[in-house]
């Protein structure tokens, strides 16, 4: 493959990270340059949204929304397969992806903004990549800056919980789903290397790229490796993901899959996304929804379109293969179904 991209991301950054991954499973040639949202250079040229990653194609576009740009490659190049051919573990995969990309991120912000020392630490390595590169050379100068810089990021990012609704009263079940999650992934990943089998699938980019940022992180760092330790082989090797055979069916993951649908995706992502929807419509200013018989109550702001937006892509995902009675039977049992009607 002689075509080059660039990805413009971060490390930091989740959604770039889970591009990266990607695109070194499918073995596409390309570069990667740490950047972020700006009006000059190759973002300004290229870029038409705020976000990263940034996928510059070898025909000159420019390609944003980590799951829209998987969803053009996986066309593009189908070999080595991300997704299943079973309509059903297909949008199985799909849906893992946008709980990750949508709820196990408030699982990675919310750890890296809470505590001083995670404030700290997330905001130096920010710091770190904002820095021109000639100034690396005069250290002085270079921590002078790099700690100005750091103690900007701190109080911007620190107040911003309410982006993602982490508050006094919901952090609890933040944390709660957080713990949830690692316990149901590290009992699945226990009989095989990857979420659907032996090779990645567009639920092991999304779920890793969350997870893997919040290892990067003191407190979710240690809390994986102090109680979900047996996750760190799968966290490692999804950096470099390779095809090591073929997706597995239904029946054979269906023992320690269906309870993180039950719990994670049906119990809580599912209700909360559908709870926002609602309110974003009715133009409310605080959504709250009832999650394992606690009240998840938070302010409402621009950043949760993005929320409404992944919702009804899922529902139209859905509504293409609502007819396969493998699928029927799954969501109904989980009881994901009735948030995707």
Aim: hydrophobic share 40%; proline share 6%.
């Amino acid at each position: 493959m002689t075509e080059k991209y660039t990805l413009i991301g971060a490390d930091l950054s989740p959604y770039s990270i889970k591009v990266r991954s990607y695109l070194r499973y499918k073995g596409i040639n390309h570069v990667w340059k740490v950047g972020g949202p700006s009006k000059k250079g190759d973002f300004g040229k290229y870029g038409k949204l705020p976000i990263v990653p940034l996928l510059i194609t070898p025909e000159g576009e420019g390609w944003q929304d980590s799951t829209p740009i998987m969803d053009k490659l996986e066309e593009k190049y189908p070999e080595p397969a991300a997704l299943p051919d079973d309509p059903a573990l297909k949008f199985l995969s799909q849906l893992l992806e946008e709980y990750a990309d949508e709820w196990a991120n408030k699982h990675m912000f919310h750890y890296r903004w809470k505590a001083e020392a995670d404030q700290n630490s997330a905001s130096l390595r920010l710091a770190e990549t904002r820095m021109p590169l000639w100034m690396r050379y005069i250290p002085i100068v270079n921590s002078v800056i790099q700690a100005r810089i750091a103690t900007m990021i701190k109080q911007r990012m620190s107040g911003r919980g309410w982006v993602i609704g982490s508050n006094e009263k919901t952090e609890g079940r933040i944390e709660d789903s957080f713990e949830s999650l690692l316990g149901l992934l590290q009992d699945h990943l226990a009989s095989r290397n990857y979420l659907f089998g032996a090779r990645p699938s567009y639920a092991d980019f999304g779920l890793w790229g969350q997870i893997y940022n919040a290892w990067t992180d003191p407190t979710a760092r240690q809390i994986i490796e102090q109680q979900f330790s047996d996750l760190k082989p799968w966290l490692i090797r999804m950096e470099k993901p390779r095809p090591e055979g073929e997706f597995e069916s239904w029946g054979q993951l269906q023992a320690t899959l269906q309870p993180l649908l039950e719990i994670e995706v049906a119990g809580t992502f599912l209700p909360w996304t559908h709870a926002i929807t609602e309110a974003m419509n009715a133009g409310a200013e605080e959504v709250s929804v009832n999650l394992f018989g606690e009240a998840f109550t938070h302010s409402i702001g621009g950043p949760q379109k993005y929320h409404v937006k992944s919702l009804a892509v899922l529902k139209q995902k859905y509504a293409a293969v609502a007819s396969n009675a493998e699928l029927d039977a799954i969501l109904t049992s989980t009881g994901c179904k009735q948030y995707l009607i």
